[in-house]
């Protein structure tokens, strides 16, 4: 779930928190645990040990029992400091490689406007979108 919102024409989030639940989704880096884990007052060894788990050979989010993200609870928990891939969303690569993504991720984001043309979504989304491995 996000709130950075740079566009409310493209995407308002609705705060369903559909996008907090089910697993693998939510990869972090070594700094999203560095900053999850100073912001939970632990030490980031420990905090991987307790939060996440294993997808391949990534870190990913743990889930609770209820299928959603260990941090979600009605809403995200640890907001200020969520991962990268939270606070994109869903301004994401994905989307200029193949602008049918966004409309692919309008099915499972309910905050996701599909209603507009390709090229207005393309024109839109593109000053939006950072390279993922210049913005942290
Ligand atoms: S699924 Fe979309 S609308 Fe729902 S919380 Fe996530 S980003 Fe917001
Ligand atoms: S960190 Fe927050 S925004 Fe990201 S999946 Fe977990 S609850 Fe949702």
Known sequence: MTSDNPDSLLFDCRQCGDCCRGYGGTYVSEEDIRRI???LGEDPARFQERYCQMSGRRPVLAQAANGYCVFWDKLCTIHPVKPRMCRRWPFIDAVLVDIQNWKSMGASCPG???????DVVRQKITPLITPEDTDE
């Open 37 to 39: 884990a100073a912001y």
């Open 112 to 118: 996701i406007r599909t209603d507009l043309p390709d």
